[in-house]
């Protein structure tokens, strides 16, 4: 494969998966500048270690997994670089139920779809989790291409994105929005 | 199934993770039990509020045009540098393979040298024994001699009919080596002349037969047990000489013998 060919290959397969790209290191980092910079070496790797990859136009998604493992990864190196008090936030036995009441299943429910207090519920998800919800929510990842991306085993996805979308559920019902520093239930 | 088995299984079926089977049960399940649907109609809520366009996050409007040319400016170094790296291959190539190259020749050279000469030297030293074992035969009463002469017209002509070829039969006895005779042996699985000669009292063996290979008429010793043996291949003949003779004297009779 010419350099040539490389590029354009790699502009067809890869480059259309950039705003996901962007999508996953804003939503793990929640930093608007280092998300782009976390993209911009990301896609450096990515160009760089082209020829590992072997996907073809049939399977765009295929592409999208790996280019969205080459992001967590540059991502989660950054954060372990820039580790700061909420970062160390991320380890599953930080999650615990927010609450313990909403006995009734009514007032259970999904109340409103704020889209701030659910951005603010996400933001304050630890990241195993949170980055499962991204993955399958707004990336539309199998269990098996999260599992691959993440590199932890099929039942741990399950685990993860079971209660963390509960967590997400939970803190959503409640009728007072989450305040970030207090992060209910977060440790 | 059971309301538990379906909270379960609700999230992998509304992920469409689970096989036809299941997802039918769990269909079959959710159609008729209320409270499992209420569970279902939460997780889809909370599914559409994540999926709302407005959270997915935004880069900066030039941020693919950036990308773009960061790849683009990738692509030309590494073709700059897989050009130069093909260049440094030939030129380093040139002067780091051709003395490796060279080695290898002569490592391996030599090695067949070693081979071929430990080959050569271990047929010589065959034929040294058999030589060294004729030359102590000969010294038993009896067997020095068949054809007892000092004439080399009636040495000659004996060995004729009783080997394939003709040998030379120099007469030496200017030189004050004199020949008492010849006699056949065995060397090297074929009969060989053995020509006499006497200075003092010290017995000399010749042995000699057609020399087939390369003839380079050098004089070369071999190690045997307190006996003197030298060797060469004349352009037709080559000669094996034992005998208890000194060294110096035994190499003075085999230059004699050579430039006959």
Redesign the interface.
């Known amino acids: 494969m010419t350099s040539q060919e490389k590029l354009r290959r790699f502009e067809d397969q890869i480059s259309p998966h950039l705003k996901s790209a962007y999508n996953l290191a804003k939503w793990l980092t929640r930093s608007h500048e280092d998300a782009e910079d976390i993209v911009q070496e990301s896609f450096l790797r990515a160009f760089s270690a082209f020829e590992s990859f072997r996907g073809d136009d049939a399977k765009p998604q295929n592409a999208k997994a790996w280019l969205l493992t080459i992001v967590r990864n540059t991502s989660m190196t950054w954060l372990k670089r820039n580790r700061n008090a909420h970062a160390t936030i991320g380890f599953e036995d930080a999650l615990e139920d927010p609450i313990e009441r909403s006995p009734d299943p009514e007032e259970g429910l999904l109340i409103s779809c704020d889209r701030e207090q659910v951005r603010q519920a996400l933001e304050q998800l630890p990241l195993d989790f949170r980055e499962a919800v991204i993955l399958r929510e707004m990336e539309g990842l199998s269990y098996k291409e999260i599992s691959a991306t993440v590199g932890v085993p099929l039942g741990t996805v399950m685990s993860r994105l079971s209660r963390g979308r509960d967590w997400l559920r939970r803190i959503l019902s409640t009728p007072q929005p989450v305040k970030p520093e207090e992060g209910a239930g977060l440790r | 199934m059971t309301c538990d088995d379906s909270r379960i299984y609700l ?2 079926y509304l ?1 469409d ?1 689970l096989d036809v089977a299941e997802s039918l049960r769990v269909q079959k399940h959710l159609s008729e039990c209320g ?1 499992c649907r ?2 279902q ?3 889809l ?8 366009p ?7 409007a030039d ?2 045009k ?3 040319a ?3 400016q ?3 170094e ?2 700059r540098s ?1 050009r130069s790296s093909w260049f440094e291959w030939f030129r380093l190539g040139s002067f780091r393979w051709v003395p490796a190259a060279a080695a290898l020749v002569i490592v391996t050279t030599i090695g067949a040298l070693l081979v071929m000469n430990s080959l050569r030297s271990s047929h010589e030293q065959l034929i040294a024994n058999a030589v060294l074992a004729g030359h102590i035969r000969s010294l038993q009463p009896g067997h020095l001699i068949d054809v007892p002469s000092s004439d080399r017209h009636t040495v000659k002509p004996w060995f004729q009919g009783r080997l394939d070829f003709s040998p030379p039969v120099p007469d030496l006895s200017e030189l004050g080596w004199n020949l008492v005779g010849g006699r056949l042996d065995y060397v090297d699985g074929k009969p060989v002349a053995v020509l006499v000669y006497q200075r003092r009292m010290h017995n000399i063996n010749v042995f000699l037969w057609p020399n087939h290979g390369s003839a380079d008429d050098a004089i070369r010793e071999e190690d045997a047990q307190g006996y003197q043996i030298l060797h060469w291949n004349g352009a037709e003949t080559t000669y094996w000489v034992v005998s208890d003779l000194n060294n110096a004297e035994l190499l003075e009779f085999a230059r004699a013998l050579r430039g006959h």
């Open positions: 999230p992998a992920d993770e409270d209420h569970a109609d939460e997780q809520a909370l599914r559409s509020a994540l999926r709302d407005d959270l997915y996050a935004q880069p900066s941020f693919s950036r990308i773009e960061a790849v683009r990738a692509a030309k590494e073709a897989q």
